[in-house]
């Protein structure tokens, strides 16, 4: 074995969970092992069962009314706006927003098989239209559920945070945990709050890998693997950051 659990005479290959494992200690067993077998499915459901109990725990102890009312707080444009409407137009606004996150924090899984559908396939047209690579759409599917696995430290510290030091008030449910800058500046700018948010430990974690994971079944060089993934980061960030100065 060159990598753990990598089997050299290829008459076997990594278990899920030994996948999964690898993921966190040697990445790269897991991701030649995506060019083995694209099954993506542990992955999926871990994340699925973290990203609910997190929402579960969100509910109980926090309640999505509360998450709605800090929500507008955090924005002085929308508090604004329902300053002007009447008490009981305002408390059907605000009912609204928290039934409406409510039920998108509890949609997650499906909206993240959404995502990953979306981005596998900006990635699998990049790589093989602009590289010349030869990656499949499964391979690439299987990469990006793999490289996201680091989110689930953040399911588990938001669920430690809700449950035993959450101050109710303050709580942020877009930025629940202090893995980035934002989290310590919340009366900066909406711009430079999303600025900041976007270079989160957890977040360049999974860019890493990410970058690993595309360099290793496109079979293309780090560099290269590295200028398509960062690139299409950057553009997320420049919209995150023009929506959040301009909303």
Known sequence: MDEVGVVMDGASGLNQMERVVNTFVAPTATFKDILRSTSWWLPFVLLAVFSTAATYSIDRQVGFSRVAENQVQASPKQTEQLAELTPQARATQMRMRAIGTRYTAYAMPVLLLLFFAIYAGIMLGTFNFGLGARMTYGQVFAVSFYASLPYLLISLLTILTVCFGSNQESFDMQNPIGTNLAYYLPDAAPWLKALLAQFDA???????????????VSKKSLGQAAAVVIGWWLLVVLI????AAFS
């Open 240 to 243: 995150a950051v023009a929506a």
């Open 202 to 216: 957890i977040k360049l974690w999974t860019l890493a890998l990410t970058v690993l994971g595309m360099k290793t």
